[in-house]
């Protein structure tokens, strides 16, 4: 989970951590940490091509409890990211 600014944007160093961490199978949700906005994919960063899923409408700590209930029923990102689309 990633709670960046604006549109859960980050650092080029972040982001490439990040790409080292998603290779060994983590799933990781941008998020931000300002007052409201929606994270959209693939505006700021490139999710599709980075591998990270967008929190859409929710905050971090609500970003995180569905996170949490996604990885009950799958670790495929794509498949998360349709729950994070839903809710």
Not at 6 to 31: F, Y
Request: glycine share 10%; hydrophobic share 45%; charged share 25%.
């Amino acid at each position: 989970m990633i709670a960046g600014v604006g549109d859960g944007n980050m650092t080029a160093p972040t982001v490439d951590a990040l790409k080292q961490v998603i290779a060994k199978g983590v799933v990781v949700v941008r998020s931000s940490r300002t007052n409201g906005g929606i994270i959209r994919r693939n505006i700021e960063l490139n999710d599709d091509q980075i591998g990270t899923v967008a929190s859409m409408e929710l905050n971090p700590a609500k970003a995180r409890v569905l996170l949490q209930l996604a990885l009950m029923k799958s670790k495929d990102a794509k498949t998360i990211q349709g729950y994070f689309d839903r809710y």
